[in-house]
């Protein structure tokens, strides 16, 4: 199993700023994501972060808003940018290995945009 | 392409009365399918899942689903629910070769005292 951190747990912001939420893992996972989870609404996945290289986005986000680093096995950070009331949700960070495997999630990050 | 239909956005129930919660899935390919429950202000946490082998899958809480595949459906059912239970359960599936899930909507279960 994995522990996963992530903060912070939840802000406000205003309009035109942005925000970095940390996900720390408590041990080394190859696969980290990112998703959104809006009131009523599945979780959609943002994008999967990768180590070493550039995160892989999902058809509706792009990097420019989504900003992700993923500098080691065990952390990773996702920067909302440039915010909008839109962009109120629950931002929850998963690691998962795949295939018969679970994810696990983080605490949630509830951000609201005024 | 898989897709996850859960068709009930909120299950409301007395406690200790029994619940099931739907959940139908789509896929050409073999799948693997997740009960997770989120309590409020807390992330996703598993409840049980389905690999293969027998169809009737035990987690824990006392939750139970039944794996039908003529059906495509993974239903999650408890004999008596408890005030505690009341939560966000989301049905996620990950279909063969793929290592990222698909969840449903999600279901908020609402138990009464």
């Known amino acids: 199993s994995a522990v996963i951190s992530q903060k912070p747990s939840r802000d406000i912001c205003q309009r035109g700023t942005s925000l970095t939420i940390q996900c720390q893992v408590d041990?080394?996972?190859?696969?980290m994501f990112w998703y959104r989870q809006q009131p009523g609404q599945s979780l959609t996945l943002i994008a999967t972060?990768?180590?070493?290289?550039?995160?892989?986005?999902e058809s509706g986000f792009v990097i420019d808003k989504f900003p992700i680093s993923r500098p080691n096995l065990t952390f990773s950070t996702l920067t909302v940018s440039n915010m909008s009331p839109e962009d109120s949700s629950i931002y929850l960070c998963s690691v998962d290995e795949g295939g018969d495997t679970e994810a696990f999630f983080g605490q949630g990050t509830r951000l609201t945009v005024v | 392409a898989q897709s996850v239909t859960q068709l009930d956005s909120q299950v409301p129930v007395f406690e200790e009365a029994p619940v099931e919660l739907r959940c139908n899935y789509s896929?050409?390919?073999?799948?693997?399918l997740f009960w997770y429950v989120q309590y409020p202000n807390q992330g996703l946490q598993l409840l049980l899942k389905y690999l293969s082998g027998s169809t009737l899958v035990k987690g824990i809480n006392g939750f139970e689903a039944e794996f039908n595949k003529s059906q495509t459906s993974f239903h999650l059912r408890k004999p008596s629910v408890h005030i505690s239970d009341t939560a966000e359960y989301f049905c996620?599936?990950?279909?063969?070769?793929?290592?990222?899930?698909?969840f449903g909507r999600g279901t908020s279960l609402i138990v009464h005292p």
């Open positions: 041990s080394q996972v190859t696969m």
């Open positions: 996620a599936v990950i279909a063969g070769g793929s290592y990222i899930p698909t």
């Open positions: 972060a990768n180590q070493g290289s550039e995160a892989t986005y």
């Open positions: 896929s050409s390919v073999s799948v693997y």
